[in-house]
């Protein structure tokens, strides 16, 4: 079943345009990256999946609904992690996940959702004293506290040390395992590659790539049999980005 529908997403600020041709759809229970170079207009298309902005054009549905005309009947099925934000110093863990529960008529089981993030034991620390991995798993158990059909994810590992992101990916692993659909803002490509099932590419505010991290390798080996890994077909394709006519979807073109 398909949860989220984007088709040709255009959004402009003033003279800039921050996305230009976007179209993908995300399908229930699988983890959807989309992946570009900073200043593609990822985070733009996330806010607008989100209901936080309006598209200027385009049409877009998330679980049949217009996210920014409907958004409130969506509150409680979208959680949205952004990349980023922060809490008032003293609030506490426990705190701010109660104080975020309120919000919502059928929150997830606060000492359910602590168990899930690893933070049992960080219930009673102040924001001010989690380290960087922490503030993420807590910004991460914000987002699922309404019991979300969809979680939003934007570039959740940045910053952290190579023990702080897998500790990471396996909890948006156990997220999927849960029943909760996953949409992945990221620009790493290990990440994408250990966690995505498909993943869209966006590069100057346009879709350029959507398939499997597998058929992101075999296009661009079509192009350049040297190419073998994730890293070198993302670069082949960003850099190709000029050339290519459309946007490319899955199957026929990948």
């Not at 298309?45 to 998330?62: F, K, N, P, R």
């Not at 990471?168 to 790493?188: A, C, D, M, P, Q």
């Amino acid at each position: 079943m398909t949860l989220i529908t984007v088709r040709e997403l255009h959004k402009t600020f003033g003279p800039a345009v921050a996305v230009d041709s976007v179209t993908f759809t995300v399908e229930t229970g699988e983890i959807f990256g989309i992946l570009g170079p900073n200043g593609a207009g990822k985070t733009t298309t996330v806010e607008c999946i989100s209901g936080m902005l309006d598209a200027d054009s385009g049409s877009l549905s998330v679980l049949g609904r217009h996210p920014f005309r409907e958004g409130y009947s969506l509150r409680s099925q979208v959680g949205y992690q952004m990349q980023s934000s922060t809490l008032p110093a003293q609030l506490r863990v426990g705190e701010a996940l109660h104080l975020f529960a309120s919000f919502y008529p059928n929150p997830a089981s606060i000492p359910e959702l602590l168990g899930t993030v690893g933070l049992v034991h960080r219930r009673k620390t102040a924001f001010s004293a989690l380290s960087g991995g922490e503030r993420q798993r807590l910004s991460i158990a914000l987002a699922l506290i309404g019991n979300p059909r969809i979680a939003i994810l934007d570039e959740l590992t940045t910053g952290l040390d190579p023990q702080g992101r897998r500790d990471i990916w396996n909890l948006v692993e156990r997220i999927r395992e849960s029943g909760i659909t996953v949409l992945l803002v990221s620009h790493f490509l290990d990440e994408v590659e250990r966690l995505c099932d498909r993943l869209a590419v966006i590069t100057a505010g346009r879709s350029v790539f959507i398939g499997t991290p597998d058929n992101m390798i075999a296009r661009a080996a079509e192009r350049n049999p040297e190419i073998t890994g994730l890293e070198d077909a993302y670069l082949a394709i960003v850099d190709s980005a000029a050339c290519l006519t459309g946007t490319e979807t899955e199957g026929a073109q990948s």
